[in-house]
């Protein structure tokens, strides 16, 4: 997958956990939506991983260089190329 529909897929896995978490919020014992996040979850870091190997950190968190400091190469993830 190039790099916008990898990052189209993270931002629909995104929004999918926040939809559902908001709905886990009140309703914590129901099984099936929890099992759907989970499912989701894993497809959402799957995703993330895939994309920070090729194209660097999405977030802060996603910087692992100890040796210089990479968040700042370019271009960020909601940057487009020109």
Not at 13 to 31: G, W
Not at 46 to 61: F, M, W
Not at 62 to 79: A, F, K, L, V
């Amino acid at each position: 997958m190039n790099r916008e529909g990898l990052m189209r897929r993270i931002q629909m896995l995104s929004f999918v956990l926040v939809d559902v978490s908001l709905y886990l919020d009140t309703h914590p014992t129901d099984k099936a939506a929890l099992s759907f996040f989970n499912k989701y979850n894993a497809l959402n870091q799957s995703a993330r991983t895939e994309y920070e190997q090729k194209y660097g950190p999405l977030n802060i968190s996603g910087t692992n260089d100890t040796n210089s400091w990479s968040w700042i190469d370019e271009p960020w993830p909601w940057q487009k190329e020109v």
